[in-house]
């Protein structure tokens, strides 16, 4: 067969109708996506809002950038160790374990914001929830290429972001109407959707528990090496780049945007759960079950460079403008971020060579730590720097600046990766 048959062959099974198992197996993987979307959203977008009174703009991004610090080495040390296990089985093991210190980490939280804690006991447990979140999350992503074939990667992402999206949805409108009730409500809640969703997967994998998974780590050691071999590859360096800049802008703006409103323009948290956020459900509602399908369709660089530029052009505008009308382009910018948020995962599962699963993992989980740290920080330097300028919003529209800039500088290294076959 020649090597362009073999092409054609492969594109028409990318496009191929899913079996029901198949479709079935999809949908079990995304609901974890559920409960961690959750939980990290209510975390760092109303942790901000509980700590702002003792706190200022860089102490609220040093506490939510954590979860990016410690999303760059729990991953790279919980992907490579779980690659020592040789069936689903064991990973799944990892998640329950860490399932059940992220309950009880976002429980507490609740609790010292009932109590009305003081700020080092925000700290402490913030850092056990964020071990417990990205201890979870390095075999969570290990678990789509052992299980998902190739030619559903797009698929099965937009099976992941519809769950995403909706948990994402329930943490910004509910949280927000449950904190108005009680300060400790929506992470109480978060505690037990996390138990419930973690409790789903695992039965639903359960005939499927001792399948092995094709990996070559047997060490935690060894899984870091298999990273750095990883990074030999030109395009995923690139990607991982980009997705470094793409949680740079996500984690700067669930720190800020909530504050941004409410402090920067003196709108009660009411009108951001009840108006701002349900616009923001609309766009990603939209985007992403949508985004997987036509990744796989029409090409993820294509889609990825438009929805960049849609993205990050718009995010400036309510740094500038503080108009009502600016109020129609949100769901414009949300679909462009589910889109961007959605497709990295695949990408990188394109990229990857099939024994290097929980070792890419842990480097997926670099990048977005890295970012995720700096974002925060960034932008709340930002704040304090230029308040004196931006005196409307006492300078928190200096957020939207800083996000706009990262979005719009990852295009550069997404256009060079359009040259790979693979994607």
């Known amino acids: 067969m020649t090597d362009t048959a073999k092409q054609d062959d492969a594109k028409q099974d990318e496009h191929r109708s899913l079996s029901w198992p198949e479709r079935r197996l999809l949908v079990l993987l995304g609901v974890p ?14 942790v901000p809002v509980l700590v702002e009174q003792i706190s200022g703009p860089l102490m609220v991004g040093l506490l939510v950038g954590g979860e990016g610090f410690f999303g760059i080495f729990v991953p790279a040390i919980v992907g490579g160790l779980a690659d020592r296990h040789r069936s689903v089985r064991g990973r799944l093991a990892w998640m329950v374990a860490s399932g059940v210190l992220l309950c009880l980490a976002v429980a507490g939280v609740g609790l010292l914001g009932v109590l009305q804690a003081g700020l080092w006991a925000f700290a402490v447990a913030l850092c056990v929830l964020y071990v417990g979140y990205y201890a979870f999350l390095a075999p969570y992503w290990a678990l789509y290429p052992d299980l998902v074939p190739d030619e559903a990667s797009g698929r099965s992402r937009s099976a992941e ?22 300060p400790g409500l929506p992470f109480f809640l978060a505690a037990l959707l996390m138990l419930s969703v973690t409790a789903v997967l695992v039965y639903g994998l359960r005939k499927r528990r001792h399948e092995d998974v094709e990996n070559g780590e ?95 052009g718009c995010m400036c505008i309510p740094g ?45 989980g670099i990048s977005r730590g890295v970012g995720g740290t700096l974002g925060p920080l960034v932008a709340g330097a930002a704040i304090l720097l230029l308040g004196p300028v931006l005196k409307s919003t006492h300078g928190y529209a200096a957020m939207w600046f800083v996000c706009s800039a990262a979005l719009l500088a990852s295009i550069f290294f997404v256009r060079r990766l359009a040259s790979d076959d693979r994607l």
Not at 230 to 238: A, H, P, T, Y
């Open 33 to 46: 996506a559920l409960g961690l979307a959750f939980t990290i959203s209510v975390t760092s977008t109303y």
């Open 161 to 182: 972001s519809s769950f995403r999206v909706a948990g994402v949805g329930l943490a910004l409108i509910g949280g927000g109407l449950l904190l108005s009730v009680s």
């Open 218 to 312: 047997d060490s935690g050691l060894r899984g870091i090496g298999a990273m750095r071999e990883l990074l030999e590859d030109r395009s995923i360096v690139m990607l991982m780049i980009a997705n470094g800049l793409w949680n740079f802008a996500l984690a700067a703006l669930r720190a800020f945007v909530v504050l941004f409103f409410t402090v920067g323009l003196g709108k009660p948290s009411s009108f951001v759960a009840t108006i701002i956020f349900p616009l923001v459900a609309v766009g990603i509602a939209i985007a992403a079950p949508t985004s997987g399908w036509l990744a796989d369709r029409f090409g993820h660089v294509r889609l990825l460079t438009g929805a960049l530029v849609v993205y990050g």
């Open 320 to 364: 500038i403008l503080q108009s009502t009308w600016v109020a129609g382009l949100i769901p414009v910018v949300a679909a462009g971020a589910a889109t961007v948020m959605t497709l990295p995962l695949s990408m990188l599962m394109r990229l990857l060579p099939e024994e290097r699963h929980g070792a890419a993992s842990g480097l997926f």
